[in-house]
């Protein structure tokens, strides 16, 4: 878990793993180029619950899938609620919320499969995407965790889920945790401040300047995922922040919350048995 780079492919600009990609893992976090959407969700709008037209989506979502020749028959969508619920997804789950966000499996943020050829899709404009890889049972999974999945610690109910579901072993875990608002901008207000050092009182992870409170979310769920056994050189962070790099991402706190979605996506390609 060494490096994390970009990647541009079918028009588009995404953020991938080569370690993961050499062992057989689909993985890609977009940016808000090279796609069809007109503002303000210019322009690679992944989202269909934003407002935006859906055959733009579609398009774009396509250009995605192409990367791998997968088509969005095998993509699976969650409805994203800022919960903590974790979804197992199979195979014939496929398609669920790929083309219709009604069909979106509901009240899950995270999702998780052990099987190859679906891609397990979620959406972002400032939330941290949270990537799972068991090399060992070959399972991966997204968390999506902004700060209320934060404070219910839907990373850590990912890797439960992969364990009791799956057979993962917490120590061969690895976790990329991707690009959203950082420390740098994300500014809170002192009751929720008050609220994070209650929850987390043996992290340092709130931060003042001039009497405005800022919370690193990043570091946060690391240290979360750390406290569970997960290995720190296991755990890849990106560091990139949405809000900072409005020409790069969609942000939603620094566009007034009209604007398009990233796409964190993972999945596994057909591959031989992992032995090691
Ligand atoms: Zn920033």
Not at 174 to 198: H, M, N, R, T, Y
Request: glycine fraction near 10%; charged fraction near 20%.
């Amino acid at each position: 878990m060494d490096k994390w780079i970009w990647q541009n492919e079918q028009e588009i600009d995404y953020i991938t793993i080569p370690h993961w990609r050499e062992q057989g893992v689909i993985i890609a976090f977009t940016a808000r180029q090279g796609g069809v959407s007109s503002p303000p969700y210019q322009s690679l709008n992944m989202a269909l619950h934003v407002g935006d037209q859906a055959e733009l989506v579609w398009a774009n979502r396509k250009r995605l899938a192409g990367i791998w020749d997968l088509s969005l028959e095998q993509m699976v969508c969650c409805q994203q609620i800022h919960g903590s619920q974790v979804a197992c997804v199979n195979s014939e789950m496929a398609g669920l919320g790929a083309k219709d966000y009604g069909t979106s499996i509901p009240g899950v943020d995270a999702l998780t499969t052990d099987q190859t050829g679906i891609i397990l899709a979620t959406f972002y404009a400032d939330c941290l995407p949270i990537f799972y890889f068991d090399p060992r049972q070959r399972v991966v999974g997204i968390a999506h965790s902004g700060w209320k999945g934060t404070m219910g610690r839907i990373a850590v109910k990912a890797v439960n889920t992969m364990v009791q579901v799956y057979g993962s072993k917490v120590e061969d875990l690895e976790v990329f945790i991707g690009p959203g608002i950082g420390p740098c901008c994300f500014q809170i207000q002192a009751d929720l401040g008050q609220k994070v050092c209650a929850a987390f009182p043996e992290f340092d992870v709130i931060m003042y300047r001039n009497s405005e409170i800022f919370w690193d979310l990043s570091l946060t769920n690391r240290k979360i995922l750390e406290q569970i056994g997960i290995e720190p050189d296991k755990i890849l962070e990106c560091g990139l922040c949405t809000s900072c790099n409005t020409d790069r991402f969609f942000s939603y706190r620094r566009e007034n919350g009209k604007t398009g979605r990233m796409m964190a996506a993972i999945g596994l390609q057909q591959w031989g048995r992992y032995s090691g």
